[in-house]
């Protein structure tokens, strides 16, 4: 039996449902309209136990779903060729990935929370922008359109939601130039970024390559990061978690990009390397044996460094004596020992803080900063990693997520994530990655690799107004901010 969309492993019984039947209720953004909506289920039925939630997974309970995609240039086949390859590609990628297409279930008895692989399927939506395009959409050097949220599904459910709505939701828009958007909203007590990513890849492999039957990067569904755990988080009466930010707070948001050269003058200045001797840093920064392991601040950490500089000085209200927090999110899954597979499906992460006096990060020079993160992350092995479980295991809960002292950052995702790498459905690479509305507040960064690679990053930054518009006149952030991205439109051709 072919691959199919709307049939179930189990049954001939139709799962689309078209828009007039269900009568879909207009997007808060009347620019983006849906068209159909439907339930894609996975070609297989699924052999798969159930799933335990994981001591990383539990805390997620109380995040927003994770939302993230892809701009894509105009298709070159027909938008109902292209909705069926996308749907019947995502259902083959369903059976490779069960927990996707099952729900969350509360064993009455002990509490305990896992992931029924039971094959109810996932949320697709097709939806048309014919006013919006790549350029009003990723204009250059502006804050980020509203608009973009509504190229997501599911806004507004939390991971505890999952008990009663898809683990999973897709939504494919059509611009008004042609080109196309693919949204993927996935539940954060399911996926970490990396699952995230390995999934995307995934169904983009399918979909580019119909006749294969297998994926080169297929997860490890066993449960073996801290999976011996007995530890619960108790909902009485079922009721969910409270999300542990404020929704409604005034919001700007933005993408700054940094080139190459500009990472690597920051990687410099960090690890203060003399410049005036050419051979010996060109050295340095291409020949790792040269380095002691974990001598060298990388990259990202004196990119972030500088992050936490620019933004503690834009915050104009806070006082020297006060306290800031750089939060990261880091990969325990190569950290632990024994090391769990790099393809690991399910969270595998802990979030770092580093702590110091807002005038001493304001004022320091960048590698006093940048030497507080890297000799935090650098020390964040098998044994912290161990402890920190421990001591959640004496009083499990939510992570608490939020800026509630105004002077947090909270730095997300990451420029090793395989965005742009692997994600070409078969009609070319996409141009421009975007979130959702899902998780953010004052201080929210994410990480992106550069749209021109080459060690390139851009970083999505959330900010209170004020704070924005004070670090848009940050002379010494803006001069790293690169020129390219942010002042080159992109377009649909």
């Not at 990687?267 to 050295?283: P, V």
């Not at 690991?344 to 006093?368: C, R």
């Not at 959330?462 to 670090?471: D, H, V």
Request: charged share 20%; with cysteine.
């Amino acid at each position: 039996m072919s691959p199919s969309l709307s049939t179930s492993p189990t049954s001939a019984a139709t799962t689309i449902i078209n828009s007039n039947s269900l009568q879909l209720p207009a997007t808060k953004c009347p620019l983006v309209q849906p068209i159909t909506k439907c339930t894609v289920l996975p070609d297989r039925k699924s052999t798969q136990s159930d799933l335990k939630l994981s001591v990383s997974d539990l805390p997620m309970l109380s995040c927003y779903y994770i939302q993230k995609g892809l701009f894509f240039p105009p298709p070159h086949i027909p938008i109902h060729r292209l909705f069926s390859l996308l749907t019947r590609s995502l259902s083959r990628a369903l059976s490779f990935f069960p927990g996707l297409a099952g729900k969350l279930t509360t064993n009455p008895d002990d509490g305990r929370i896992f992931i029924s692989c039971n094959d109810v399927g996932v949320e697709f939506i097709h939806a048309a922008a014919p006013s919006l395009s790549l350029q009003l959409l990723l204009r250059p050097s502006h804050d980020v359109p509203m608009e973009v949220q509504s190229l997501f599904a599911l806004n507004g459910a939390v991971s505890y939601d999952g008990h009663f709505r898809p683990l999973a939701a897709f939504q494919f828009t059509e611009l008004g130039d042609g080109a196309v958007f693919i949204g993927c909203t996935a539940n954060h007590a399911v996926v970490d970024g990396t699952s995230f990513w390995n999934f995307f890849n995934a169904w983009a492999e399918l979909c580019r390559s119909p006749a294969t039957t297998t994926i080169s990067r297929p997860p490890d569904l066993r449960r073996n990061f801290f999976g011996d755990s007995t530890a619960v988080i108790l909902f009485p009466g079922g009721a969910g978690p409270e999300v542990t930010f404020s929704v409604g707070a005034p919001l700007r948001e933005r993408i700054f990009s940094f080139t190459n050269a500009a990472v690597r003058e920051l990687k410099s200045r960090a690890n203060r390397w003399e410049r005036d001797n050419a051979e010996l840093y060109g050295k340095r920064i291409h020949d790792k044996k040269l380095i002691a392991e974990g001598e060298e601040i990388s990259s990202f950490q004196s990119l972030c460094a500088q992050m936490w500089r620019s933004v503690t000085r834009a915050r104009k209200h806070l006082r020297p004596e006060a306290l800031t927090t750089f939060r990261m999110a880091v990969n325990c899954r190569h950290r632990i020992f024994p090391p769990i597979d790099k393809f690991y499906f399910g969270n595998a992460i802990q979030s770092l803080p580093t702590t110091a006096k807002v005038g001493d990060v304001a004022e320091s020079e960048l590698w006093w900063a940048a030497e507080l993160l890297h000799r935090n992350v650098a020390a964040h092995w098998d044994e912290k990693i161990r402890k920190g479980v421990a001591d959640w295991e004496t009083a499990p809960r939510c992570f608490p997520l939020g800026n509630p002292d105004g002077a947090g950052i909270t730095m997300g995702s990451s420029p090793r994530f395989p965005m742009y790498e692997g994600n070409d459905f078969g009609w070319g690479g996409p141009v421009a990655v975007r979130s959702g509305k899902a998780n953010k507040f004052d201080g929210k960064f994410s990480a992106f690799p550069g749209r021109y690679g080459g060690g390139s990053v851009d970083i999505e930054v959330c900010l209170a107004p004020e704070t924005m518009a004070a670090l848009l006149e940050d002379e010494e952030f803006m001069y790293y901010v690169s020129k390219g991205f942010e002042g080159e439109a992109v377009d649909a051709k």
